[in-house]
């Protein structure tokens, strides 16, 4: 082992589940761990053993308690990526580098984390968001270098926050990137109290903005082609719902119900004039816009997505102040390659995670 690591870095973890906590204990190589990898041959998750990595400059080897799959992670299997799949993630601080012993993290601590590492997070570009580090080395985990779906992980010390003591880091992982996603989106809508919020699409990112938006004093309307997932949202405080598959006039239902239409949303057919259409999606087309439209004030743009760590706090915070959880499914490791197929197939009416 390198002699820049700490002494830590050579520890294995105890994990007390229920009362969240870890416990080091004496050292026993490196040795290797399950990861979930998407092999193209046999288009299918594959579960492989590999080597522990070891924490380099800046980094932390994270024992991963949580991570959770996201609809961008399907994107990363048709692009045949050959690193361990999954960007959402939490757990506990394992091993350090020397170079952030004195960051304010310790050995044990729970955090979550972001998942672009090796960028330098200083830069104009990282300013924007960090796949734009013009250091040129950011690399996006769970697409070019391993992500979480493993037993664990390296992070960036950058990357990463405490996670308060309300939020457990067994179903944290889908905060970091559906959670903090969904908070900045609400956030920069530009909506005030009692205003309509159309949360388009009713899976594991658009349940949360409900939560979100209900917790700001929002009117939310939410809308997706499956009856459960809108019942979830129902239970979340959702004032009314539309399955736009079933019902045919739910542009006028929902227009006549909000006096207009939605405040923001996503979809420009059911926004009130003047209105905030706030890209969130990641469709495979274009999205096609009417600069005469853009020009005549009938609507705004605005996109968000997780940012970049500076702004991470006020989610994180915000969720965790207004008690804000993500609906999870557990399942184990084993599992994931079932996840991607109910995933693509549109059964997944929750955000399907994995524990450690």
Not at 7 to 31: F, H
Not at 199 to 216: D, E, F, H, P, R
Not at 273 to 294: F, T
Request: with cysteine; glycine share 8%.
């Amino acid at each position: 082992m390198s002699a820049s690591v700490t002494e830590a870095a050579t520890a294995n973890s105890q994990l007390d589940q229920s009362a969240g906590k870890i416990t080091v204990k004496a050292a026993e190589g490196q040795g290797t761990m399950k990861a979930g990898r998407w092999d193209s041959e046999q288009q299918k998750v594959v579960i492989t053993e590999v080597p522990i990595p070891e924490p380099e400059e800046g980094q932390f080897l994270i024992k991963i308690a949580s991570a959770s799959l996201c609809h961008s992670d399907i994107m990363a299997i048709e692009q045949n990526t050959k690193s361990t799949l999954g960007h959402e993630g939490a757990g506990y601080v394992e091993k350090m580098h020397s170079s952030v012993e004195n960051k304010g993290y310790k050995v044990g601590d729970i955090v979550g984390f972001l998942y672009i590492r090796g960028c330098c997070f200083q830069c104009e570009g990282c300013q924007i968001h960090n796949i734009h580090c013009e250091t040129g080395k950011q690399l996006l985990q769970g697409f070019v270098a391993d992500g979480f779906f493993a037993e664990y992980a390296i992070v960036d010390e950058f990357n990463c926050i405490h996670l308060p003591e309300n939020v457990d880091v067994n179903t944290a992982a889908p905060i970091f990137c559906a959670g903090i996603t969904a908070f900045h989106a609400v956030d920069s809508s530009e909506l005030k109290e009692g205003d309509w919020l159309a949360v388009v699409g009713a899976g594991g990112l658009g349940q949360i903005a409900t939560q979100i938006g209900k917790a700001m004093g929002y009117k939310v309307v939410a809308l997706d082609i499956n009856d459960a997932t809108l019942e979830v949202t129902k239970k979340q405080g959702a004032d009314a719902v539309f399955n736009s598959r079933t019902n045919k006039n739910y542009v006028e239902e929902l227009k006549k119900l909000t006096n207009g239409g939605a405040k923001a949303a996503c979809a420009f057919q059911i926004l009130r004039l003047g209105g905030v259409c706030m890209v969130i999606g990641l469709p495979h087309n274009p999205l096609s816009v009417s600069s005469m439209d853009l020009a005549l004030g009938k609507y705004k743009i605005k996109s968000e997505s997780t940012s970049i760590p500076q702004r991470m706090k006020k989610a994180v915070d915000f969720l965790a102040k207004h008690n804000i959880k993500p609906e999870v499914e557990r399942r184990k490791l084993e599992d994931l390659n079932d996840m991607v197929v109910a995933m693509r197939e549109g059964k997944a009416t929750k955000r399907m995670l994995v524990n450690f």
